[in-house]
């Protein structure tokens, strides 16, 4: 499966962005999702996840409350939401995906197999 991350760009602190990750190559039904970001000069870190059907979600501490992660499998493409946002959320942000019959959701970015090439989102203070 390819993955196509965007909608990123740039925003005041307070704004708001939504974060597309469109699938291609085969359905995207049977895959958990994982959004992930990478600021400049630091590791990249887990943002959120969803599992297959979209039933179970986790957001990391750092964005919960603002960022809300979804997915339209009938669309192939998942989600971020990403509200209130603050100069801190600035980073190149990742969607990853994991081929699973399971119902679970993965929170580290080994467990991936399938990367879209990021976008990039900065938020102005």
């Known amino acids: 499966v390819q993955l196509q991350a965007s909608g990123g760009g740039l925003v005041q602190a307070g704004g708001s962005l939504r974060l597309s990750c469109a699938a291609s190559?085969?359905?995207?039904?049977?895959?958990?999702v994982g959004w992930f970001r990478q600021a400049p000069g630091k590791e990249r870190e887990f943002v959120a996840a969803?599992?297959?059907?979209?039933?179970?979600?986790y957001n990391a501490d750092s964005v919960k409350g603002r960022f809300t992660i979804s997915r339209d499998n009938a669309k192939n493409t998942v989600y971020l939401q990403m509200n209130s946002l603050k100069p801190e959320d600035t980073a190149i942000y990742y969607c990853?995906?994991?081929?699973?019959?399971?119902?679970?959701?993965?929170?580290?970015?080994?467990?991936?197999?399938?990367w879209g090439q990021g976008t990039e989102v900065t938020v102005s203070s």
């Open positions: 990853a995906a994991e081929n699973t019959d399971s119902g679970s959701y993965y929170l580290q970015s080994i467990i991936y197999d399938y």
């Open positions: 969803i599992s297959w059907r979209g039933g179970s979600t």
């Open positions: 190559g085969r359905t995207f039904s049977r895959y958990a």
